[in-house]
């Protein structure tokens, strides 16, 4: 494999630091160079500066390389989308229509639509036709800057789908260009077999799900639905403690309807990150503050929704770490545009558009645990990176609605453009 050299970029943002999740002051901070360059050899970043540092070190060896003049481009890390159902069959577009004419999110799913929808249709798929399906949007992904992305079982909610699911995103992880760190989510909802029988299928995600999961290694991440009408925040506790047992680190899907404690619980289990976030009470957001626990902010489910969204703003202000994320999933926000969701978090959670970008690359990566290879232009990392068709961050968040990637390298491969 040739280096890569990338020089001259307008600005390069790197977000180069210690790898912690960014907090308050530390979400501005892009560690922004100007005519910015950044050498890669063997798929990891060798050396990062000034195009002059780079040609006092590299000139010599420009000829060894595939040399990419960025003049008049951002540059910056690959984007990390850190909450995705990616790995589903099926369509929902009816459900679309359906909620234009009045109906609500849980209205649906209470009459055998929503997540049991597509459950239906990720059991009757092959594991094969997942692959075709699930390669599609990890496409898509790559071409709109994401080159890692967190997927989520919990479209099978019984032991062979959810393995199914699961091995699905681990073939794809083994072939697929991106980066894809899987997460179990048997408790996304209670099976309509289950219904009244709620402890009972709470019994299976502990004894057979998660016992499985963990012997096939098939998972980094443990997460629930907490909702009204989904699990209760005592449920949910047992779910993650369980998991825990196994090795698997909490996640949580959390105050998306109604305020319902999750933050909190967010909190008490030491969760890595707390998902959706709509409601959440103030004391919530404190107590995730105090606790480390990232907030994984959707604001793409919430326009689609037509929800008001998280209040990102007052989290960060609080101390809270804050990742954002397409959420990609069937029913409630089928996009996989990253650019998007940085334009509505600065529209609708009034995020800077620097704080916008931390969101997207370093917290995110700290959300699924990737900080120490991805989310950061640094020596030691993969050289996962976006040129952008735009001449400064502001402008990638200003013009809102259009894909301004130009190119996408993984691992110094180029993979878009």
Known sequence: MRPLWIKHAVQLVTVAGDNSPRIREGMSDLGLIEDGSVWIEHGK???????????????????????????????????????????????RER???????????????????????TTR???????????EQTTRRLDSFLAHGVTTVEGKSGYGLDLETELKQLRVM??????????????????????????????????????DMLTRVSAEKLAVFNDVFCEVGVFTPEQSERILEAG??????????????????????A??????????????????????????????????????????AARGRAMIDAGVAVAISTDCNPGSSPTTSMSLVMNLACISMRLTPAETLVAATLNAACAIGMQERVGSLEVGKQGDIV???VSSYQELQYLFGVNHVGSVWKKGVKVVG
């Open 45 to 91: 970043i060798v050396a990062v500066g000034t195009t002059s540092e780079l040609e006092a070190l590299f000139a010599e060896r420009s000829d060894e390389a595939d040399v990419i003049d960025a003049t008049g481009r951002l540059v910056t890390p690959g984007l990390v989308d850190p909450h995705t159902h990616v790995a589903y069959g099926g369509s």
């Open 95 to 117: 459900e679309f229509e359906m909620r234009l004419e009045g109906a609500t999110y849980m209205e649906i799913m209470n009459t055998g639509g929503g997540i049991h929808a």
């Open 121 to 131: 249709m990720t059991r009757e798929a092959t594991e094969d036709e997942l692959v």
């Open 170 to 207: 681990k073939r794809l992880n083994e072939t697929h260009p991106i980066d894809l760190v899987a997460t179990f989510m048997g408790g996304h909802a209670v099976p309509q077999t289950y219904k009244g029988r709620e402890e009972e299928y709470i019994d299976v995600i502990v004894n």
């Open 244 to 265: 825990k047992k196994y090795g698997l680190i909490p996640k949580i899907h959390a105050d998306e309807i109604e305020s319902y404690g999750g933050a909190e619980l």
């Open 267 to 308: 909190a008490k289990v030491g969760a890595i990150s707390a998902e959706h976030l709509l409601k959440a009470s103030d004391e919530g957001i404190r107590l995730m503050a105090e606790a480390g626990v990232i907030a994984c902010l959707l604001p793409a489910t919430a326009l689609f929704l037509r929800e008001e």
């Open 387 to 389: 040129m952008w068709n």
